[in-house]
């Protein structure tokens, strides 16, 4: 594709962000954030098609915090925290798949919270999130074992995990997996990330959140974009999700 199809595509797409106020009715619903995990394509063949700079991507450590088999995120309860390019630290309790109906309404109101269909591959779940910023100096004392896990997580945080999640969440013995390192490049509503161990493994993923009813019709182009592009998509065993259990795996834990 030309350099000047690729500008004309990349401006029409998004012309239309996925933005939502605050005082929408059912927030919880509107929101589809497609992820389209990519192999075999190089990084920098993946940012030219949507016309990114190669050095414009923040730098991301992430933890994730589980039981010694991830008995917590393979039933859809996923704790982690990380740490952003400028230095910040932040928290993150996510569900999925989660009743949408079975949500107090006063979780709306919290500052943090947020809900979204998950549209990964052939596999669509609702999920629901809280993220919180907390002191990156605690994040540390956490990775080096100095602190639990559980002192990463807010009471709110802590009360919605545990009155949503299938599984009880054993907070004073969860370990700490990582960190993973990650590089994130971002254009309107759509990221690039690149999740990578130096020399060991990497993996690409594509993301794009859309308003509900754009869904399928933007995915559907979207797909069609990467084939003209020469982009080529994962199967579910080489997608990130399968590529980070097989690293955490085998990384050291704490």
Same mark, same amino acid.
């Given at each position: 594709?030309?350099?000047?199809?690729?500008?004309?595509?990349?401006?029409?797409?998004?012309?239309?962000?996925?933005?939502?106020?605050?005082?929408?009715?059912?927030?919880?619903?509107?929101?589809?954030?497609?992820?389209?995990?990519?192999?075999?394509?190089?990084?920098?063949?993946?940012?030219?098609?949507?016309?990114?700079?190669?050095?414009?991507?923040?730098?991301?450590?992430?933890?994730?915090?589980?039981?010694?088999?991830?008995?917590?995120?393979?039933?859809?309860?996923?704790?982690?925290?990380?740490?952003?390019?400028? *230095?910040?630290?932040?928290?993150?309790?996510?569900?999925?798949?989660?009743?949408?109906?079975?949500?107090?309404?006063?979780?709306?109101?919290?500052?943090?919270?947020?809900?979204?269909?998950?549209?990964?591959?052939?596999?669509?779940?609702?999920?629901?999130?809280?993220?919180?910023?907390?002191?990156?100096?605690?994040?540390?004392?956490?990775?080096? *074992?100095?602190?639990?896990?559980?002192?990463?997580?807010?009471?709110?945080?802590?009360?919605?995990?545990?009155?949503?999640?299938?599984?009880?969440?054993?907070?004073?013995?969860?370990?700490?997996? *990582?960190?993973?390192?990650?590089?994130?490049?971002?254009?309107?509503?759509?990221?690039?990330?690149?999740?990578?161990?130096?020399?060991?493994?990497?993996?690409?993923?594509?993301?794009?959140?859309?308003?509900?009813?754009?869904?399928?019709?933007?995915?559907?182009?979207?797909?069609?974009?990467?084939?003209?592009? *020469?982009?080529?998509?994962?199967?579910?065993?080489?997608?990130?999700?399968?590529?980070?259990?097989?690293?955490?795996?085998?990384?050291?834990?704490?």
């Amino acid at each position: 594709m030309k350099p000047s199809q690729i500008i004309f595509f990349v401006a029409v797409f998004f012309a239309q962000p996925a933005v939502l106020h605050a005082g929408d009715i059912s927030i919880k619903a509107q929101l589809v954030e497609l992820h389209f995990p990519i192999c075999d394509t190089k990084l920098s063949d993946v940012l030219s098609a949507f016309d990114i700079p190669e050095d414009s991507y923040k730098n991301r450590k992430i933890f994730f915090f589980d039981e010694k088999d991830f008995a917590l995120m393979q039933n859809g309860t996923i704790l982690k925290a990380y740490l952003t390019h400028k *230095g910040k630290a932040k928290s993150v309790v996510k569900l999925r798949p989660i009743e949408y109906d079975r949500i107090d309404a006063k979780w709306e109101e919290y500052d943090g919270f947020s809900c979204e269909d998950d549209w990964y591959l052939e596999d669509l779940q609702s999920s629901c999130s809280i993220k919180e910023e907390i002191a990156a100096s605690r994040l540390a004392a956490v990775a080096n *074992g100095q602190m639990t896990a559980k002192e990463l997580f807010s009471e709110d945080q802590s009360v919605f995990a545990e009155e949503y999640s299938s599984r009880k969440i054993p907070w004073d013995e969860m370990i700490s997996f *990582g960190p993973i390192a990650a590089k994130i490049w971002e254009k309107n509503d759509l990221d690039i990330e690149l999740w990578y161990k130096p020399n060991v493994w990497e993996t690409i993923e594509i993301s794009l959140r859309v308003l509900k009813p754009d869904a399928e019709a933007k995915r559907t182009r979207m797909l069609q974009y990467f084939k003209d592009n *020469g982009l080529k998509t994962c199967t579910a065993r080489q997608g990130k999700t399968a590529q980070l259990f097989k690293h955490l795996q085998s990384s050291p834990a704490r």
